[in-house]
């Protein structure tokens, strides 16, 4: 019987912390935290303007300032004046929204519309929510046709996407004064 040799392979010595990959025969290199402040800072306040924290509220409080300020203009004393263009809703029904969320209202007579809600800047967010009377949202694209119509419901918020380049209309498809609160962030 002939005897077989054994080889046995043994798993190559471990990295030491300082180690880095380099390529065979030349000097393993040393990597410095120094120059990465942000990650040695991690969990900690950035010195830079554009890593700063953003906290944008979410879709919860949005909906929440916004059924706020309906039960505030419940009252039709506090109601817009003026119909059919976005205002500036009363101090009363604006003070439960806090942080940097703006609130609007509209008033429509029976059979009108207004433009929009079209946000000033794509980032923002905003919700709809109906106080009285009856309003549809309805969204056309660029060449007038009707993509959507989407009902106000009572007691429901509605959140509004981007128009992506058509445009977007809310009606009153009721026999009274529809009144609309739209909250953005």
Known sequence: ?????LSVRTAP????????AAPRGTAPRRVSVEGIGDVADAGRKSGYAHLAERRLPTVGRLVAAARGAAAVLARPTLWPARRGRWQPA?????RGAGGRLRVSTVSLDPNSFV?????PRAADMEVLFLVSGRAHLI????DGRMRSAAELAPG???VVGGSLGG????VNTGEEVAVVVRVTA
């Open 1 to 5: 019987m002939a005897q077989q040799a």
């Open 156 to 158: 429901r918020a509605r």
């Open 115 to 119: 433009s929009g809600p079209v946000s």
């Open 90 to 94: 009363p101090r009363a029904a604006r």
């Open 139 to 142: 969204s056309s694209g660029s």
């Open 167 to 170: 445009h977007q209309h809310l």
């Open 13 to 20: 010595p471990a990295r030491t912390s300082g180690d880095d």
